[in-house]
């Protein structure tokens, strides 16, 4: 008698690692998560996860989506002590099929099939389909990846252009640029548009203006501003949504993004509302010749939970068809 075929995805941050099942019309069920600390490796949590689900006796399919580069055999955690070899846990679970891809390469991949439910548009613009799609996540750093489409379905496009120099385009971002000239040999926007850049952003304000800086981390900003308690913290959120308006236009240009640029990460979902009456979608828009380029490119916040997982399982099914198809 055959084995049962299971496919299973991973979304594996460096806190939390979120394991669930692929069914047949691509739904994600039981769906786990578990604290990475409480395992001394991945191929640990895997054992307890097919376990767990009853499902040891599978032939499996899997893939994960890590915060960390994974195109070399050996995969190194960038925030945590784990580390594994693809081709050893692959034997060790004995695995049809391992994918391993970089979680924003997974956002990439979720972003094509997200419902209206799953994002929302902030100004005008309409998406045309199968076009370039840009994405950039402010969190705990800046990650940006692309997707274009392709006969076989959609190719992610990684790269670092979170690391790509600050432009400045007024006197107070000019002021900002040299205060944090002044800490780094480089700065790029992720110096910005970050948890720390919220930080940053204040206090190089507090620096232009003349004023003290608080010592406030940048959720405390970030409340005090939506409350509209602290007139600093409110300049620095707006300034946080400006810069990011121009570097989503960046990226609209660079790509040509008709099918819209997103916004993914942790930090913008909580603000939405701020998001669109602030500057942002105007700084979108605003590339002089090249303005009316950008004015019909649609811009989204995707408030989807789990964008890790559903671009993981776009990912495999796709290369899974792939497969088939080569068969």
Known sequence: MAKQITNLVADIGGTNIRIGQVLDNREIVNIDVFQCRDFPSLADVFTHYLTRNELAQSQLNVCLAIAC??????????????????????????????????????????????????????????????????ICGPGTGLGVANVVPSENGWVSLGGE???????????????????????????????????????????????????????LAAHE???????????????????????????AGNLALTLSSFSGVYIAGGIVPRFIEFLKQSEFRARFEEKGRLSPFNQNIPTYVIT??????????????????EDLSRD
């Open 69 to 134: 580069p994974a195109e070399q055999d050996l995969v190194v955690m960038t925030n945590m002590p784990w580390q594994f070899s693809k081709s050893e846990l692959k034997a060790t679970l004995n695995l049809n099929h391992l994918l391993v891809i970089n979680d924003y390469t997974a956002i990439a991949h979720a972003v094509p099939f997200l419902t209206d439910d799953q994002k929302v548009q902030i100004g005008r613009g309409e998406a045309l389909a199968n076009r370039p799609i840009s």
């Open 161 to 215: 252009g979170g690391h790509v120099d600050f432009a400045p385009i007024d006197e107070a971002e000019m002021a900002i640029l040299r205060f944090l000239m002044k800490k780094y040999a480089h700065v790029s926007y992720e110096q910005l548009l970050s948890g720390l850049g919220i930080e940053q952003i204040y206090q190089a304000l507090a620096d232009y203006q003349g004023v003290e800086a608080k010592p």
């Open 221 to 247: 900003i970030s409340a005090a501003a939506l409350d509209n308690t602290d007139d600093l913290c409110h300049q620095t959120l707006e300034q946080f949504c400006k810069i990011l308006g121009s570097f």
């Open 304 to 321: 989807e939970a789990q964008p890790g997982l559903l671009g993981a399982c776009a990912y495999l099914c796709q290369q899974l068809k």
